[in-house]
């Protein structure tokens, strides 16, 4: 079974800082771009940060500055490290990845793989 399992969300205070990891796993063949969106409850999901195999990253103009998203590709795990956490951060975050899947009988498949989210309360 492949999927993107999430975790390092929680509440913390404005101002505070919060990492994010996101693990593929199964059998993946190899990953393209992967990234973090984020949705408020009655919201369209939006991009946060993404980040090619190659190390080129973009960022929504909201957390320019703030956030940096990195990757391990021998791991195939993206991070998402989040400082100076505002209320308006506050959200569920999905990790998403464009993979390739590799099936028995060497079929492969092309994929947008999203993760189960976790959520992140910026409060005091």
């Known amino acids: 079974q492949v999927q993107l399992v999430e975790s390092g969300g929680g509440l913390v205070q404005p101002g505070g800082s919060l990492r994010l990891s996101c693990a593929a796993s199964g059998s993946i063949f190899s990953i393209n771009a992967m990234g973090w969106y984020r949705q408020d409850p009655g919201k369209e999901r939006e991009l946060v940060a993404s980040i090619t195999s190659g190390g080129s990253t973009n960022y929504a103009d909201s957390v320019k500055g703030r956030f940096t998203i990195s990757r391990d590709n021998g791991k195939n795990t993206v991070y998402l490290q989040m400082n100076s956490l505002k209320p308006e951060d506050t959200a569920d975050y999905y990790c998403?990845?464009?993979?390739?899947?590799?099936?028995?009988?060497?079929?492969?498949?092309?994929?947008?793989?999203w993760g189960q989210g976790t959520l992140v309360t910026v409060s005091s």
């Open positions: 998403n990845a464009d993979a390739i899947v590799k099936y028995t009988g060497g079929v492969y498949s092309h994929l947008k793989l």
